[in-house]
């Protein structure tokens, strides 16, 4: 959830954010965890109060992820966020000052990431549905392609609002099975270029098992996103 950073001493500024979460949540806040991430603020405006994200989870759910990973006999160091594992492929694909658009097809519809310098300036995910992909020429296809399209609008129209410091270069589409049409059908409704991408671009498989194919991509990006985190403190 994006937030105003709360204008508090930084140590006062986690607990703070369950507050200003509390009512945005479908449970109650006591039974999660929330966690911050600031959002970069504009050099040339250091008033202006600036924004940051607040990372919530049920503590079931944690607890559920957490310990199926102990009982398979894996150290947990850190449970990361797509959203965040999505900033750290686009960093590798980013222009120097410029943003980066990055939609990524998951099983119930788009994540969109909006990057710039390796940090993240704005994310939504945008609900479809289920398996329109494979009915590239019917109607179920073009409905969810005309949803997306306005969705992706209104979010490149909010994200100029928010942040007119940072001019936006163009938008990915994550590798994955037959997103040719889909690129077409953005390109022609969109202002900014659009195109794909292919993970061996940026990624060394020469060792490994060969990922040459989109399926096998879209199956390793989450993944590969997870192990380029790198801690404050490493």
């Known amino acids: 959830l994006q937030v105003d950073k709360p ?33 970069p603020a504009d050099p ?3 008033n202006r109060l600036p924004f940051m994200f607040a990372v919530c989870a049920k503590n079931s759910c944690l607890g559920e992820v957490s310990n199926a990973l102990l009982d398979a006999g894996i ?48 994310t939504r995910f945008v609900e479809l549905d289920k398996g329109f992909m494979l009915d590239q020429h019917g109607e179920l296809f073009a409905s969810n392609l005309e949803k997306l399209t306005l969705e992706l609008q209104r979010s490149l129209d909010s994200f100029d609002r928010q942040f007119p410091f940072l001019s936006i270069q163009r938008m990915l589409i994550s590798p994955d099975v037959a997103t040719s049409r889909l690129v077409e059908g ?41 192990a380029l985190r790198v801690e404050e403190n490493a």
């Open 7 to 39: 204008n508090l001493p930084e140590a006062e500024i986690k607990p703070a954010l369950k507050w200003k979460v509390k009512e945005l949540l479908d449970y109650q806040v006591e039974k999660g965890s929330v966690d911050g991430v600031d959002i």
């Open 44 to 46: 040339a405006n250091p």
């Open 75 to 122: 150290k947990l160091k850190s449970i990361d966020v797509q959203a965040f594992t999505q900033r750290n492929i686009a960093s590798l694909l980013e222009f120097e000052d410029r943003v980066l658009v990055m939609v990524t097809l998951l099983e119930r519809g788009c994540l969109i990431t909006f990057t710039a310098r390796g940090e993240l300036y704005q």
């Open 186 to 226: 953005l390109k022609a409704s969109l202002y900014l270029p659009v195109e794909t991408f292919d993970l061996k671009d940026i990624v060394d498989f020469s060792e490994v098992e060969d990922f040459s194919s989109y399926e096998k991509q879209a199956m390793l990006l989450p993944a590969l996103g997870a």
